[in-house]
């Protein structure tokens, strides 16, 4: 949709750059010349270095050779790892080189659009640097901003929301075309989510036990210390158990979530499963394969040259019934819609990437409604993680969309577990 509103809005302005992350180089220039119907020798496509089958007819630079290179296409494509527009909210930290790369480009540019669907993954301080790119006087730094409009600093950050209404009206009146798919996909069926509770062994869930019971007694001294110093090496410590319970939990849920799949494996559809821990990856794979199941892979290791090739033999190949992505690497710039099922193992701590990885079944040539199936596990990180993520979906809602969004789901229960089930029917 971004080339074709090129082509009908700023046609006159033409040579156009568009910037974008590095995986995605090859999808934009595909489809700046199918939509637009131009000559591939007028694109230009900028790698990072040589070597790949990648240059698929266009005209190819690469920017780790000496010297300068002219950027001379009807349209130039370059990745995040020179500057960013696509995607925009990959520049949510203002301390990174690609941000620091891309704002003093985006701001002198004649016409700047950032494109994204989650401008902010998680919190407000995330709009900061795009809002620096489009309407760079609006505020004068990131204290500023960061005083108005994300109460609470963590460790020197701004993890915080506040005055949430004020900031919506803010960037509705000044950068933001905000465009909902209820608004403008109105064809697209419906998705539907659910909670999965599954149950999980005692052993499985020995060591999560165990930390929680740590994280717990870190709390009990957060609370009666009154020492600041001793407060944040407190806190320090407890994210630190936090992340341990994350990747101990990823373990821990891999016998039953291998069993959920038994499910899926008989029905005999295609689905999308997602994972943030390489064990869960491997041990998904892994089970499928040897259940006879054909799938693809996709996670941080597969090379960038090679993944738009598993998302066409997923989307053609009928035989291929399982796609198994990390929610990070398969999470974005990728359309599946060869699935309606989309299942996460576990959860991610940002929405935006949650919301993302949903979506890549759930676009424009979907012609089923997509069924979301979240599975979770009592007495692992996911009794943290889904309040958590609920917390930060009202605040994205409230500064996008003037609303409060969540995550809307309807319970079923794979095993009886009365407690969860209460828990998250009351919450």
Request: proline share 4%.
């Amino acid at each position: 949709m971004g080339a074709r509103h090129l082509q009908l809005c700023l046609r006159d302005a033409w040579p156009v750059l568009v910037i974008f992350p590095s995986s995605l180089r090859l999808h934009w220039a595909t489809a700046i010349q199918s939509w637009l119907n131009i000559p591939m020798e007028d694109i230009l496509v900028v790698l990072p270095h040589t070597g790949g089958s990648h240059k698929a007819g266009f005209r190819v630079v690469y920017s780790n050779n000496k010297g300068d290179f002219h950027l001379d296409g009807a349209f130039n494509v370059i990745s995040y790892d020179i500057v960013i527009a696509d995607e925009s909210h990959f520049m949510k930290n203002g301390q990174a080189k690609r941000t620091i790369a891309s704002l003093p480009v985006l701001q002198k540019a004649q016409y700047v659009v950032l494109l994204s669907g989650t401008p902010a993954l998680s919190r407000p301080i995330e709009l900061f640097t795009q809002i620096q790119a489009l309407y760079p006087t609006v505020y004068k730094n990131v204290n500023e901003y960061g005083n108005r409009y994300c109460k609470g600093v963590f460790f020197g950050l701004y993890q915080g929301a506040s005055n949430h209404e004020e900031l919506h009206n803010l960037m509705k009146a000044t950068v933001m075309i905000r465009r909902l798919k209820k608004d403008v996909l109105s064809q697209l069926p419906v998705k539907r989510r659910q909670q999965v509770f599954l149950d999980l062994s005692e052993k499985d869930v020995k060591n999560v036990r165990a930390l929680f019971i740590e994280l717990e007694t870190l709390k009990i001294k957060i609370e009666s210390s009154d020492s600041k110093e001793m407060i944040d090496s407190l806190r320090f410590a407890y994210q630190n158990i936090v992340n341990k319970i994350y990747t101990d939990s990823a373990v821990a849920k891999i016998p039953a979530v291998l069993d959920f799949l038994g499910t899926m494996i008989e029905a005999g559809c295609k689905f999308l499963i997602f994972a943030h821990h390489q064990p869960m990856i491997d041990a998904i794979e892994q089970h499928l394969l040897n259940k006879k199941v054909k799938c693809i892979k996709i996670d941080g290791k597969t090379p960038l040259t090679t993944r738009q090739t598993l998302v066409t033999d997923f989307q053609e190949n009928d035989d291929i019934k399982a796609a198994v992505l990390s929610i990070k690497a398969g999470g974005y710039g990728i359309t599946l819609t060869a699935a309606s099922t989309v299942i996460f193992a576990e959860l991610s701590w940002t929405p935006g990437d949650i919301i993302q990885a949903e979506d890549r079944a759930h676009r424009i040539g979907q012609v089923s409604s997509v069924n979301v199936y979240y599975l979770l596990a009592n007495g692992t990180v996911d009794d943290l993680m889904w309040d958590a993520v609920q917390g930060k979906l009202e605040n994205l809602g409230q500064m996008l969309d003037g609303q409060e969004n969540t995550l809307d789901v309807s319970q079923i229960d794979c095993r009886p577990s009365p407690s969860k089930q209460r828990k998250a029917l009351d919450g």
